[in-house]
């Protein structure tokens, strides 16, 4: 339970920040400034709940009275050997254990490219399948939802081989046939160019995990992971893609996520302003 | 019919340069360099056509009796105004002329991105419908085949908003239902982390009307257009996208097409000697 009620800025009652977006601010930062701009929820990077220890960041958003809308994240399933696999499997169940810790029902999984040196896409498909087969009792058990994360295919070789939500969506329909744990988040970035979008959104309703925003900006810097931008600046229909995601019933938080060196550069209150500014417009 | 019959190089007569991969070779000595090299394919840019027009174009590559096994590209029918579209067709139905004149029986289609400022993918997605419909009638006259080029996902704002394989199905589907005239040419580096692939290229059998290869290389450039190489430098598995096209009866060329400042800096009999010994490789 949370310690305070903030103030919730007024149409912002569904709005989260991600801490990627907020780079240079360590988490306590970040929640002094979600608090300031009436931002009520918060999605964890695990480096930064590193650094103060999973209890630490429990208490600090708690005594903020921000929600913990997503930890981010578990994954990187495709290690080269069973070894680096078993490995990967331990290190996910720590972080559903961390997810558990900070009271978020949510751990995205960026899933893992092409084995190092490896061209064999569908058994890394497979490995990716096996591990979250694996995962899910102890995630069920801890009362964590896996939101698989499908990536730009952009991303395809070498970070995540889970590359549309229809992808996803099969993966959760076979390592969790019962539904409940495995399910998807949808972000944006990843996911607005594709021809399914309409029917796996519609698919996916009642398994959507989280539903992370930033927009498309051309063109894509020399680092393509650095390419997105605010709500707004770039080629995404967003407002139809909220509406879309809203038709399922999905009644969650909208998580921004930023990965771009000029937002990391700007002062994170100014950011967060822009942040909040573009959600009410988005809504209007 | 071709004037003389060149040597062909062993294990190479599938074998197609596309003139792109050369980029600094007017058409005259890609032609030459073809002979050289014992290529017996080319596939032409409309920009190397230009330059000493369709007919001498066609005499050129006739005189060295090399098949022409596509004509690049015409398609970028997504103008924001009904009169950018209407001139992006009458573009197109001269792009159609020049393949036939060129005595090829493929035009490449890149069917273009968002129109500038707009935001509407579906509407953008119906625009392309709607203009290969209205080229059909008159490629079929020409005896021209469109192939539709699905581009990788990370081109769907700018470049073609045609992203899947099963979506230039579906469109070839629609505006071609007796089949025949519209299909689809498989490009790896667009199409290679679809998870829909196999059952995609399976479906398209009897309408690939081109395969093109090279290769996804890491990192990508600071202008992801340049990002690919050589057949074996990166981390598609060709060798099994060959299969699988092969499977569906394809006996076409197979066209090396490579965007990439090093290999556009390469000595150009060096590249195709690399394309050679690659092509070799890949069918051992």
Redesign the interface.
Known sequence: MSSTSPTVGPGLERLSLNTATTKRWALAEAVAGCVRAGIPGIGLWRDRVAEVGPERAARLVDAAGLTVTSLCRGGFFTAPDAAGRAAALEDNRRAVEEAAALGTDTLVLVCGG?PEG????PGA?RTVVDAIAALRPFAEAHGVKLAIEPM???F???RAVV??L??AL?IADETDPDGGTVGVVVDAYHV?????LERGIERAAGRIHGFQVCD?V???????LLGRGHVGD????LARLAVLVAATGYQGFTEVEIFNQEVWDAPGDETLATLAARHRALAS
Request: charged share 25%.
């Open positions: 092409l490896s061209r064999d896409l498909r730009h295919p952009m395809c070789a070498d590359s549309t229809g992808q099969d607005w160019w594709d021809p399914e498309w051309l063109p894509l810097p020399a680092d393509t770039g080629q995404v229909d």
